[in-house]
Nanobody, 123 residues
Framework: VQLQASGGGLVQAGGSLRLSCAASEATFSSYDMGWFRQAPGKEREFVAAISRSGFSTYYADSVKGRFTISRDNVKNTVYLAMNSLKPEDTAVYYC?????????????????WGQGTQVTVSS
């Protein structure tokens, strides 16, 4: 499956953005999906995951209560709504798809990756 992330940009601290990740396949509903991010000079880290049905979600502690992951299996798209953004949220955000039917926060357990979209939060 090919993944295309979009929606990044420059926002002030306290602001909001919504990222989108469109999948190329109609079998999108067969994948658990995740969002990850990588800040300059840091390793890629887990942000959020959602089950293939959309009923279960999982968040990193650093974004819990501020970010919301969701999906639309008709539009083959997963979203990441980001509120109360902080300068430390600045990173390239990546979406990823996992074929196994368990949500994961582990990078190596995801099979397909999008190209990333830049989010910059100014103070």
């Amino acid at each position: 499956v090919q993944l295309q992330a979009s929606g990044g940009g420059l926002v002030q601290a306290g602001g909001s953005l919504r990222l989108s990740c469109a999948a190329s396949e109609a079998t999108f509903s067969s994948y658990d999906m995740g969002w990850f991010r990588q800040a300059p000079g840091k390793e890629r880290e887990f942000v959020a995951a959602i089950s293939r049905s959309g009923f279960s979600t999982y968040y990193a502690d650093s974004v819990k209560g501020r970010f919301t992951i969701s999906r639309d299996n008709v539009k083959n798209t997963v979203y990441l709504a980001m509120n109360s953004l902080k300068p430390e949220d600045t990173a390239v955000y990546y979406c990823a798809a996992r074929t196994d039917a368990t949500m994961s926060r582990l990078i190596y357990e995801y099979n397909y990756w999008g190209q990333g979209t830049q989010v910059t939060v100014s103070s």
